[in-house]
C-alpha cells in the first residue's frame, strides 16, 4: 500500500452506535489531520497531530474522539454522533506541521441515521 | 473578511477552452501556495505547489501567485472532460503549529 489509506470507505450508523474510522500513512511522515467536508462547505480541520502529539483541536465535540498510537496510524472513534456530523472524513498526513503540503486519503463517507 | 475566498461556480467550458481559476487571500504572510483537485466521493489529491510569486508550469497545468494582489491562479490549456472536478486552493505561513488554508474549492465541468 502507497500514500495515505482510510477505512472503512462508507460507513452507516445509528445515533447510539459506538464506530472508529482508522487512516495508515506510508509516506514517512510526522504530521497527521482528520478533516471534515459536508456539501458546498469548505473543508473543516478537526484535529492534529505532530509526533503523536496532539497539537490542535478545533473545538471539535466531544462526541469525536481522536487517537494517534504512533506517527503512521491514525483514528477518530465516534460515538452518539448526530444526523449534521454526516459528512465525508478525511484524513491527511504532512512532514511537519508546520504549513507542509498534505496528502489525503480517499476519506470515509459517513451516514448517521 | 475570510482568509481566502475562492469562487464556488460551477464553471462549465466546452472541451479544448482555456480554463483560469482564481483564489485571493488577505494575510499578506502566506509564502506557500498549492493546488489540489477533487475528484466527486474521492480525497484531494496535490496538482502544483510554488512558493513566493511566479509562474510554475507543468503540462497542461499553470500555477501563478501574484503576492502585492494578494491573488493566485491556476489555467489549465485545452481542457479535457477527465479535468471535471473540484479544484481547491491552498496556502499557509510555513511556520511550527500553522496548518494549510483551504478555499472552498471551484467546481469545474469540461463537456466533450
Known amino acids: 500500500e502507497t500514500g495515505v489509506t482510510q477505512t472503512p470507505r462508507h460507513l452507516v450508523m445509528g445515533m447510539t452506535n459506538k464506530k472508529s474510522l482508522k487512516c495508515e500513512q506510508h509516506l514517512g511522515h510526522n504530521a497527521m489531520y482528520w478533516y471534515k467536508q459536508s456539501a458546498k462547505k469548505p473543508l473543516e480541520l478537526m484535529f492534529v497531530?505532530?509526533?503523536?502529539?496532539?497539537?490542535e483541536n478545533n473545538s471539535v465535540p466531544s462526541r469525536f474522539s481522536p487517537e494517534c498510537p504512533n506517527s503512521s496510524h491514525l483514528f477518530l472513534h465516534l460515538h452518539t454522533l448526530q444526523p449534521e456530523d454526516s459528512a465525508l472524513y478525511l484524513c491527511?498526513?504532512?512532514?511537519?506541521?508546520?504549513?507542509?503540503?498534505?496528502?489525503f486519503g480517499p476519506g470515509t463517507r459517513l451516514l448517521v441515521l | 473578511q475570510k482568509e481566502v475566498e475562492q469562487d464556488p461556480g460551477p464553471l462549465s467550458v466546452p472541451e479544448g477552452a482555456i480554463v483560469s481559476l482564481n483564489c485571493t487571500y488577505s494575510n499578506s504572510a502566506f509564502q506557500y501556495f498549492m493546488w489540489y483537485r477533487q475528484y466527486s466521493r474521492k480525497g484531494p489529491e496535490l496538482l502544483m505547489y510554488t512558493y513566493s510569486s511566479g509562474n510554475k508550469e507543468d503540462g497542461r497545468f499553470t500555477a501563478q501567485v501574484d503576492k502585492s494582489s494578494k491573488y493566485i491562479s491556476l489555467f489549465i490549456r485545452d481542457s479535457q472532460p477527465s479535468d471535471s472536478a473540484t479544484y481547491l486552493c491552498a496556502m499557509s505561513v510555513r511556520q511550527a503549529g500553522t496548518a494549510l488554508i483551504f478555499g472552498k474549492g471551484t467546481t469545474l465541468s469540461v463537456s466533450s
Open positions: 491527511a498526513s504532512s512532514q511537519d506541521n508546520r504549513g507542509e503540503t498534505q496528502y
Open positions: 497531530y505532530n509526533f503523536k502529539e496532539q497539537t
